[in-house]
């Protein structure tokens, strides 16, 4: 059985940063591509980056330059830099396995997700 639980979030002004952590329970993490992803206020939940078990990662065009996701597989956490954060990076954030790298697709085994507040 896979846990995940994510932290780090807060409330910042535009322009700062963060730094996210997921950490995961279970074997063979390293093994698995893990994917962070967001869901604001009435929106569905989207995908804003993923790292391979080879550590190849890719970007939501909208974090793209900002944001970069990285893995230790020591210590079995993900984590996701957030720099030159905007109001619409309000979300709350979570991650998770994906069931493959490619698909970007969640295996659903979700944390309770950290609130990322961005505002002046």
């Known amino acids: 059985q896979v846990q995940l639980v994510e932290s780090g979030g807060g409330l910042v002004q535009p322009g700062e940063s963060l730094r996210l952590s997921c950490a995961a329970s279970?074997?063979?993490?390293?093994?698995?591509?893990m994917g962070w992803y967001r869901q604001a206020p009435g929106k569905e939940r989207e995908l804003v980056a993923r790292?391979?078990?080879?550590?190849?990662?890719n970007y939501a065009d909208f974090v793209k330059g900002r944001f970069t996701i990285s893995r230790d597989n020591a210590k079995k956490t993900v984590y996701l830099e957030m720099n030159s954060l905007k109001p619409e990076d309000t979300a709350i954030y979570y991650c998770?396995?994906?069931?493959?790298?490619?698909?970007?697709?969640?295996?659903?085994?979700w944390g309770q997700g950290t609130q990322v507040t961005v505002s002046s």
């Open positions: 279970g074997n063979i993490f390293s093994s698995y591509a």
């Open positions: 998770d396995r994906l069931t493959t790298y490619f698909s970007g697709r969640a295996a659903g085994y």
């Open positions: 790292i391979s078990s080879g550590g190849s990662t």
